[in-house]
């Protein structure tokens, strides 16, 4: 059984900087992806960013582009998601998601249906 577990969501007022973290854990669990992806309500999930864990590439949606930064611990098995210059448009429930599927070091895995496990989800609120 893989779990994800997220951490570091809250309240913060626009142009504030939040962290968030994903941990995963389970017996001979193999990521060859992991990303980030959120859901506000009433819109569809959104990729947000993601990074091959065989390039070390990173990938990021136009709409974080140049706020967000993705990083890993490979050691850990944990990648966070650095968050700066926070709008309130970046208000959602932001998912950590990882893919046990090898796709290529070429594959940005920023479709969700990449992903076979994914965290409960933990609430990024932008006050402006």
């Known amino acids: 059984q893989v779990q994800l577990v997220e951490s570091g969501g809250g309240l913060v007022q626009a142009g504030g900087s939040l962290r968030l973290s994903c941990a995963a854990s389970?017996?001979?669990?193999?990521?060859?992806?992991m990303g980030w992806f959120r859901q506000a309500p009433g819109k569809e999930r959104e990729f947000v960013s993601s990074?091959?864990?065989?390039?070390?590439?990173?990938y990021y949606g136009d709409s974080v582009k140049g706020r967000f930064t993705i990083s890993r611990d490979n050691s850990e098995n944990t990648v966070y998601l650095q968050m700066n210059s926070l709008k309130s448009e970046d208000t959602a429930v932001y998912y950590c998601?990882?893919?046990?599927?090898?796709?290529?070091?070429?594959?940005?895995?920023?479709?969700?249906?990449?992903?076979?496990?994914w965290g409960q989800g933990t609430q990024v609120t932008v006050n402006s």
């Open positions: 998601a990882a893919a046990a599927v090898n796709s290529g070091a070429k594959d940005p895995y920023s479709r969700s249906l990449a992903y076979n496990y």
């Open positions: 389970g017996r001979a669990f193999k990521s060859f992806g």
């Open positions: 990074i091959n864990w065989s390039s070390g590439s990173t």
